[in-house]
C-alpha cells in the first residue's frame, strides 16, 4: 500500500470515528457516509426516505463531493426543495477500488470545506 493510500485510509477512519462520536452511529461504509452528506445537503433534517428517496439522497451526495473537482455544478432546487446537480466535464475512467479511493477523498475534502474539521 503506498504512503498516500495510507494516509486516505487513517484519514477516513478518523472521520468515521468522528461521526459515531457525534451522531452515536458510526457509518459502516462510503454509501453509509454519502447518505448522510445528502441528508445534510438536502437540509430537511432527518427523517423516514422511501427507497428511492435514499438513492437520491446519495447522487445529491456524490454531486457535491465531485462538484469540488468541477465535475458537477448545481442547477438549483426543485419545487420539493431538493436540489438537482448537472455533469459539466467527464468523470475519469476507473475502476471500483480508484472510483471509491476518488470518493473518499473527495467526502474527507468535503467535511474540511462544508463541515470545517480536518482529519
Not at 476518488?102 to 467535511?111: A, D, G, I, Q, R
Request: charged share 35%.
Amino acid at each position: 500500500m503506498l504512503k498516500k493510500d495510507l494516509e486516505l485510509q487513517r484519514s477516513w477512519q478518523r472521520m468515521r470515528e468522528y461521526i459515531g462520536e457525534h451522531l452515536g452511529r458510526r457509518p459502516k461504509d462510503l454509501n453509509g457516509v454519502l447518505f448522510m452528506i445528502g441528508v445534510q445537503e438536502l437540509g430537511q433534517g432527518p427523517r423516514p426516505f422511501s427507497k428511492e428517496e435514499k438513492q437520491d439522497l446519495m447522487h445529491i451526495a456524490i454531486c457535491k463531493v465531485l462538484s469540488f473537482s468541477g465535475f458537477y455544478e448545481l442547477e438549483g432546487l426543485d419545487e420539493q426543495g431538493w436540489p438537482h446537480w448537472k455533469n459539466t466535464k467527464p468523470l475519469p475512467k476507473f475502476d471500483v477500488l480508484e472510483q471509491e479511493k476518488l470518493l473518499k477523498m473527495h467526502v474527507l475534502e468535503y467535511f474540511e470545506k462544508e463541515l470545517e474539521v480536518k482529519f
